[in-house]
């Protein structure tokens, strides 16, 4: 049974960081693997992706400069540190893998995390 499984989220104060974990059991993805969030009554948004070697990451707008994703293959675990954390940010992290399609659009992954909260106060 493929299972991806998220950690890391919490309650911070903006200014503040987080490293979120997603590690996959049943398989080895080899491909990309991305992380979304949704906030209350909003769609889910991509947030970052990452392909297999590393090398290759990309991110929304909103968390460039902020957000680094990361993997570490050999721990089939992919890493979303997020440094000055922003009220906005708030919202429940998923991590994704498996993308059948352009990495960037939700509907394209075939597995799915069950998500963790991250809230940032002001």
């Known amino acids: 049974q493929v299972q991806l499984v998220e950690s890391g989220g919490g309650l911070v104060q903006a200014g503040e960081s987080l490293r979120l974990s997603c590690t996959a059991s049943?398989?080895?993805?080899?491909?990309?693997m991305g992380w979304f969030r949704q906030a209350p009554g909003k769609e889910r948004e991509f947030v970052a992706a990452?392909?297999?070697?590393?090398?290759?990451?990309n991110y929304a707008d909103s968390v460039k400069g902020r957000f680094t994703i990361s993997r570490d293959n050999a721990k089939d675990t992919v890493y979303l540190e997020m440094n000055s954390l922003k009220p906005e940010d708030t919202a429940v992290y998923y991590c994704a893998a498996d993308p059948r399609g352009l990495y960037y659009h939700s509907h394209v992954y075939r597995y799915w995390g069950q998500g963790t909260q991250v809230t940032v106060s002001t």
């Open positions: 990452i392909g297999w070697s590393g090398r290759s990451t």
């Open positions: 049943g398989r080895t993805f080899s491909s990309y």
